[in-house]
């Protein structure tokens, strides 16, 4: 068990952290040599909060360290390679985005694209567990559809799927506002992934992937976290959506179900469910840059990065630990009163944000 344990868990994440680790530190070299800066002077987006020039590229070295990992503890077949091959798409948009700060709604299109790929592999949520009792079964239900003449049909698990890895690449790039808040929140995220897997058995070979997986991706966004972590040396780029897909696919392989998923990663997507509600309402794209996030209402109330960081892995940690005793049924409870919790806060801090302003307008 020792070995298996050691195979499955502790090598892959050891060698996807030391790899991530010192990539990163290699990386950084090169992205200051080719001028791939977050200058907030030139740069000026919306929701920027640092002072001074730091790279961004970040994705570079968590997608090498997961892939160098994966090369040496994963089988080579075709689910695996088509997942890698996906991430690598998004990792080369990232990267021009990172240089070039290409249209967002391009960028969203090739996030499309990979996860049509890795669900024209395979890989699909063929059921949920109902949490009324019994299971749904969404591989037998079809959408079809006609386009210029063309006739066909959408299995309902497949598009699911494309929705669910679409939406935590948009939702985690929007976690990384403060250092340090998406490594953490992704390490903590694919632990937990990778022990409710272990639970259900690994004598199936997906599953055993599916966890070295989970761990694989641990252990670079740990070795990331070492220079990003407040005050960051790099900043991840939206070449981090590779790793964010990694993410979003090894929670649909393994068998922790994705109501642990949307647990653990239940504030990011929580709040970036409600910036796109709030955008839409007030006639703005929801690709629109701001400074209301829940991340950034807090640094408003005068919490640090450091604090605001270390708020999301603590609470991504206790929704973590609550999905390996909760029933199915439970954790739909426990999303429900996250969101609630959620939505709650971000009313709250913009009403004390309002009040301040208007106190120091009089």
């Known amino acids: 068990m020792g070995d298996v344990l050691n195979n499955l868990i502790f090598l892959p994440f050891l060698v996807a952290f030391l790899v991530t ?3 990163t530190h290699i990386t950084l070299l090169l992205l200051k040599k080719n001028g791939i800066v977050d200058d907030p002077k030139i740069r000026r987006h919306p929701a920027a909060i640092h002072k001074k020039p730091i790279p961004r590229g970040g994705g570079i070295p968590l997608f090498v360290g997961a892939a160098v990992a994966a090369i040496i503890f994963l089988p080579i077949n075709t689910i695996t390679g088509t997942i890698f091959l996906a991430a690598f798409i998004s990792l080369l948009i990232g990267v021009l985005d990172d240089k070039y700060d290409i249209s967002p709604y391009a960028r969203f299109l090739i996030n499309i694209l990979c ?3 890795v669900v024209a592999a395979g890989v699909s ?6 949490p009324l009792g019994g299971i749904l079964f969404l591989n037998q239900f079809r959408l079809p559809f006609e386009v210029l003449g063309i006739s066909g ?10 929705l669910w890895i679409v939406w935590v690449m948009n939702m985690l790039n929007w976690s990384k506002g403060v250092d340090g808040q998406m490594p953490g929140i992704v390490a903590i995220s694919a632990v937990f992934i990778g022990i409710l897997s272990l639970r259900f058995g690994i004598a199936d070979d997906l ?3 599916a966890t070295s997986l989970s761990f694989i991706i641990a252990g670079s966004a740990v070795g990331f976290l070492i ?4 005050p960051a040396k790099i900043f991840p780029g939206y070449g981090a959506t590779a790793i964010y897909l990694l993410l979003s696919v090894v929670s649909i392989l393994s068998s922790a179900k994705l109501a642990t998923a949307i647990l653990v990663m239940g504030v990011p997507l929580a709040d970036g469910a409600f910036t796109i509600g709030r955008r839409i309402l007030t006639g703005h794209s929801p690709f629109w840059h701001d400074k209301k996030h829940l991340h950034h209402l807090l640094l408003s109330t005068g919490a640090g990065q450091r604090q605001i960081a270390l708020f999301y892995w603590v609470i991504s940690a206790i929704f973590g630990a609550l999905s390996l005793v909760l029933s199915s049924r439970g954790k739909i409870f426990a999303i429900i009163m996250l969101v609630i919790i959620v939505g709650g806060t971000l009313l709250f801090l913009n009403y004390l944000i309002r009040k301040k302003n208007g106190t120091q307008s009089i």
């Open 115 to 117: 996860a049509g790929i």
């Open 227 to 230: 220079y990003n972590f407040h």
């Open 125 to 130: 949520v063929p059921f949920i567990t109902n």
């Open 207 to 209: 599953t055993k992937s």
């Open 21 to 23: 680790a010192a990539v």
């Open 153 to 162: 049909a959408i299995v309902l698990s497949d598009l699911v799927a494309m």
